[in-house]
């Protein structure tokens, strides 16, 4: 078990699995995951952004 939440979730893959369980059909919308990043690399950073656009679009948000 991680001790600490924001560790668990820094490489963006936890985030995608959560989108993919909530909306499968928006979660294909994520593109590419890169499920072998790791946390505080280019590709987590990726992760991330992808998993913040689709929240956005979630949210019903202006892009940022």
């Known amino acids: ?4 939440l924001l560790d ?3 490489d963006g ?3 995608y699995q959560l989108v993919q ?3 499968p ?3 294909k919308s994520m593109g590419r995951v890169h499920d ?3 946390p505080g690399s280019f590709l ?3 992760n ?3 998993f913040l656009k689709v929240l956005f679009i979630l949210l019903r948000l202006p892009p940022f």
């Open 1 to 4: 078990q991680p001790d600490n």
């Open 25 to 27: 059909a928006v979660g």
């Open 13 to 15: 893959i936890k985030l």
């Open 8 to 10: 668990e979730l820094a």
């Open 44 to 46: 987590a950073h990726e």
């Open 36 to 38: 072998k990043a790791h």
């Open 48 to 50: 991330v952004q992808s």
């Open 21 to 23: 369980k909530v909306n």
